[in-house]
């Protein structure tokens, strides 16, 4: 701006110079015409006075450099001419100032040479003989008298432009001060120039206007943040360029980065092919979901583009973590499959038998080893369903009355009705330990620990023993049902409480078990806020711990 008012000053300046210089030489022109006019009007007088008396002696005796002096005849022959040969010369009949001359007594006129370097001026008087006396003078035009003037005319310029350079600089730094000086922060508290007090009074209105505006998009983003700082989701937000505007604490952790990524394009944090291809089909298509793992979990990402005036500007990104839905689907299909198979193979060998008697084909002899096995396959059936409701009880966390138990009580009754089994094995079945006061549904911790026992019981050979401790710490009471029995391997424990899992298909068969007991004592176990841990080893034995929640 500075350089601008300078040109400015400096430009007007020039303008200004020049001007005044055409102006002086036009009016000191016009000056000095008139006074070269009043001068060979005087000088034309004298000699108009001289040639009356005198005639052409007179005329003769006259020597000037500058004026020249031509007498003419009433017809128009020059008689003489101070500067040429009149012998030779034109009529001058038609001569402007020697016409008005002979017309009214006096002429005058004046004409410019053929290449306007010169201008000549010309006067004329009418004498007593009838006769006319004509002086004229040469003098410079304008133009050449500026040329004349040339060397002070430059002088002047140069110092007239060096004067308006620093008095334009100096100027131009004495405007500019006060507006680098203006506090746009405060545009009210400002002491300048009068002119510009509608535009501060402006800027602060805007001011005040950003202000809000600022305050309110704040607000919003802290609003926004909060929201989606706490979200479980992933949320990541893209512009048109793939390029990460925001993304929350929970996408950060799906997708291992941090901060520092806003602002890079996504692929610098995945570039997991079939994420990348859905963004690509949600910016074009609208929308794209797509379900992907990332670090040992599963997760469903919905892709939805942002539109603003009919223009895709961006795309939104949610993940969520369906990992627990996910198995819960993959164990409903087992589940359901599992369940399918061990209710067919009861029925189908309940059906067999029954079909065996109901055609004769079974002998008198056999009649009660079919009708005992179908007993025993709907005695089977009938656990089954049961063990199938009860898991389906605690999924669903139906409200059960619960009481203070003792789980030492409660693990010497298991043993009391587990005892005919242990004996036919020659197995020690014993129960150590503290009271063990808990608050929980008594039949199902019964189950707990009849299950634990009764698969102790089951996989230890012959003259084992199974054991069941219970300790307790100021908040938690541990039930530890322990065997020497033939163990399991590692690759199983992560699996042994799922729902028909079985570590041995073929030795399962053979002791009876729906493949449900431990899933029960699982979800037994979580219903009273607890957590169940197992440690074993192949041919050393199995302890399965239980921790629950201390009576206060």
Known sequence: MTSKIFRSIFATSLAVLMATLV?????????????????????????????????EEYLSNLKSDNYRLTWVASDGTVLFDSQADEAVMDNHLNREEIREAFETGKGS??????????????????????TVLRISVNRASGFVLLLGMMYPVIIVIIIAVVVSAVLAHKMSKRIIEPLNKLDLDNPTENDTY???????????????????????????????????????????LLDKNR??????????????????????????????????????????SGHAEIRANLNEKEYQFDISHIETDGETVGAVIL??????????????REFTANVSHELKTPLQSITGSAELIENGL??????????????????????????????SQLDEQSELQKENVSLYDI?????????DSADKKDITLSVSGDSGKVYGVKHLLFEVIYNLCDNGIKYTPDSGKVEVNISETEKEVMLTVSDNGIGIAPEHHARIFERFYRVDKSHSKKSGGTGLGLSIVKHSVQYHGGKISIQSEENKGTAVTVILPKIK
């Open 194 to 236: 009068e002119e510009i007090a509608p535009l501060l009074s402006r800027i602060h209105k805007q001011n005040m206007k950003i202000e809000r505006k600022a305050a309110e998009l704040n607000r919003r983003k802290d609003e926004f943040d909060l929201i989606t700082k706490n979200m479980r989701e992933g949320l990541v």
């Open 411 to 419: 693990a010497k009754e298991v043993c009391g009705v587990l005892r």
């Open 362 to 391: 079974v002998k008198s002899k056999d009649m009660s080893r079919f009708v005992g096995h179908i007993r025993e396959e709907a005695t089977r059936l009938v656990t089954l369903v049961e063990d199938i409701i009860r898991l």
């Open 319 to 332: 993940a969520f973590d369906i990992t627990e839905q996910a198995d819960a689907e993959r164990l409903r």
């Open 243 to 284: 390029n990460i505007l925001t993304i929350n604490s929970a996408a950060m952790t799906i997708f291992g980065t941090d901060k520092k990524c806003m602002g890079n394009e996504f692929l610098t944090i995945n570039r997991r092919h079939e994420i990348t291809s859905a963004i690509e089909k949600a910016l074009t």
């Open 109 to 130: 006129s004046s004409r410019r040479s053929a290449t306007l370097t010169k201008k000549t001026l010309y006067e004329a008087v009418l004498l007593s003989d009838g």
């Open 23 to 55: 102006i002086i030489t036009s009016f000191l022109y016009d000056y000095f015409t008139n006074i070269q006019i009043n001068h060979i009007k005087d000088e034309l007088s004298i000699a108009s006075v001289g040639t009356e008396q005198s005639g």
